[in-house]
């Protein structure tokens, strides 16, 4: 089965610690994102690889961290230093290169600081 | 101003008409354009792209991309009560594979 996982499905967080979301892909995509959503905010990118062992930071990278040291996997931490990380983290990948690239979702996960 | 519009709704039909969702963006040199689908509490999953002017059309959905006017439509035919969901568009400028996103549509199909 291809495809995107995102673990875990929810995660509660207490103020001030740091907490991992894991992302993995098995569709040889080159290029993989990570996206937080709030109601009525749409889609924000975060963190963006478009290669292994590279990143670049999206429109709202502070309080976060990527690595990408496997093609099939590009976790993201959400730092103490996040102020407000309550949201929905959507994880996409998409084959990359130039020209027309379709990004695909995992399922999500939903992140509530306690 | 916003990089991709959308009317955030709900825009209400009934069942077995025709939707019509509409997007604006501003960057003229955007090259690739996506709807999503997604329901309450799950991620998006793609319905259509396009990429040149003129309509594309897939089963009971057709976008409509016009290059000129900056927009671009999605209209859903026998929208059935299923298609109620918030609809995203998604917009890559030329070049890199960055998407921005409108906040979405919210369709309601009423019986």
């Known amino acids: 089965d291809g495809g995107i996982t995102q673990s875990p499905k929810y995660l509660f967080r207490k103020e001030g610690q740091n907490v991992t979301l894991s992302c993995e892909q098995n569709?040889?995509?080159?290029?993989m994102y990570w996206y937080r959503q709030d109601p009525g905010q749409g889609l924000r990118l975060i963190y963006y690889?478009?290669?292994?062992?590279?990143?670049q930071k999206g429109d709202i990278a502070e309080g976060y961290s990527v690595s990408r040291e496997k093609k099939e996997s590009f976790p993201l931490t959400v730092t103490s230093a996040q102020k407000n990380p309550t949201a929905f983290y959507l994880c996409a990948s998409s084959m990359g290169g130039a020209g027309a690239d379709t990004q695909y979702f995992g399922p999500g996960t939903r992140l509530t600081v306690l | 101003q916003k990089e991709v519009e959308q009317n955030s709704g709900p825009l209400s039909v009934p069942e077995g008409a025709i939707a019509s969702l509409n997007c604006t963006y501003s960057d003229r040199g955007s090259q690739s354009f996506f709807w999503y689908r997604q329901y309450s509490g799950k991620s998006p999953e793609l319905i259509m792209s396009i990429y040149s002017n003129g309509d594309k059309e897939d089963g009971r959905f057709t976008a409509q991309l016009n290059k000129a006017s900056q927009y671009v439509s999605l209209l859903i035919r026998d929208s059935q009560p299923s298609d109620s969901a918030t609809y995203l568009c998604a917009v890559r400028a030329g070049g890199g594979n960055k998407l921005t996103f409108g906040t979405g549509t919210q369709l309601k199909v009423e019986l």
């Open positions: 569709l040889n995509h080159d290029a």
């Open positions: 690889s478009q290669i292994v062992n590279d990143f």
